[in-house]
């Protein structure tokens, strides 16, 4: 899918979009790295190093 920027609301079909970045650290001091993707059709999590 071509990358474009993001639109306001809801999605019915997959987009090649970032959404909603957010950057967690736990307790023990490793950071994850939250986001939507697809149109809000997924939900990402990774760790940072």
């Given amino acids: 899918m071509p990358v474009m920027s993001s639109l306001r609301g809801e999605m019915n079909s997959p987009f090649n ?3 909603d970045p957010y950057i967690l ?3 023990d001091g490793k950071e994850y790295f939250f986001y939507a993707g697809g149109g809000e059709q ?3 999590i990774a760790l940072l190093k």
């Fill in 42 to 44: 997924a939900i990402g």
């Fill in 25 to 27: 650290s736990d307790v």
């Fill in 17 to 19: 979009e970032l959404r």
